[in-house]
């Protein structure tokens, strides 16, 4: 196969230099009078075998300049591919941590939480803060804190049964 696309490469180049052989026949003189239409029948000859060189290598260039805009859509869409999936794969819901609601309420308890705390912090950095505030809430504190111990025991109880 090889040889038979070399072999077409030369007839098509033997082809080209048989057209430029006539042309040149045709500039050999046949004893004209004039040597004026002579010097014009060669340079006339010249700029046409120049010009049929340039037009040939303008078609090459030309279709390689298609093969390369053809290469480079396909390079962008498989580039625009790459982006879309990396774009894709890195947004993450934190709904889709969340498959129950529960966890939903126990975040917002703890955005409570949090939220008195600072408030408390707040009050202490300003020195609003009353003493009975503070006491009442440390028993508060110490009643959940007992009903949750108790709370746990039970748990345990049930556990063990």
Same mark, same amino acid.
């Given at each position: 196969?090889?040889?038979?696309?070399?072999?077409?490469?030369?007839?098509? &180049?033997?082809?080209?230099?048989?057209?430029?052989?006539?042309?040149?026949? +045709? %500039?050999?003189?046949?004893?004209?009078?004039?040597?004026?239409?002579?010097?014009? &029948?060669?340079?006339? $000859? #010249?700029?046409?075998?120049?010009?049929?060189? &340039?037009?040939?290598?303008?078609?090459?260039?030309?279709? &390689?300049?298609?093969?390369?805009? #053809?290469?480079?859509?396909?390079?962008?869409?498989? %580039?625009? #591919?790459?982006?879309?999936? +990396?774009?894709?794969?890195?947004?993450?819901?934190?709904?889709?941590?969340?498959? =129950?609601?529960?966890?939903?309420?126990?975040?917002? +308890?703890?955005?409570?939480?949090?939220?008195? *705390?600072?408030?408390?912090?707040?009050?202490?950095?300003?020195?609003?803060?009353?003493? =009975? +505030?503070?006491?009442?809430?440390?028993?508060?504190?110490? =009643?959940?804190?007992?009903? %949750?111990? $108790?709370?746990?025991? *039970?748990?345990?109880?049930?556990?063990?049964?």
């Amino acid at each position: 196969m090889k040889k038979d696309e070399e072999i077409n490469i030369y007839l098509d &180049k033997i082809e080209e230099l048989e057209e430029i052989i006539l042309r040149l026949e +045709d %500039l050999i003189p046949v004893e004209d009078v004039k040597k004026k239409s002579r010097k014009r &029948k060669r340079m006339d $000859s #010249k700029l046409a075998i120049e010009l049929d060189e &340039k037009d040939k290598k303008f078609r090459e260039l030309k279709d &390689k300049m298609g093969f390369l805009r #053809k290469e480079n859509s396909q390079l962008r869409q498989e %580039l625009e #591919k790459i982006k879309s999936a +990396d774009a894709s794969s890195s947004r993450i819901k934190i709904e889709d941590f969340r498959p =129950e609601p529960i966890l939903n309420e126990l975040v917002k +308890d703890l955005q409570d939480i949090v939220n008195n *705390q600072r408030l408390i912090i707040s009050k202490l950095k300003t020195n609003k803060v009353d003493r =009975e +505030d503070i006491l009442e809430k440390l028993i508060d504190k110490d =009643e959940e804190i007992k009903l %949750l111990k $108790s709370e746990i025991s *039970q748990l345990n109880k049930k556990k063990r049964i």
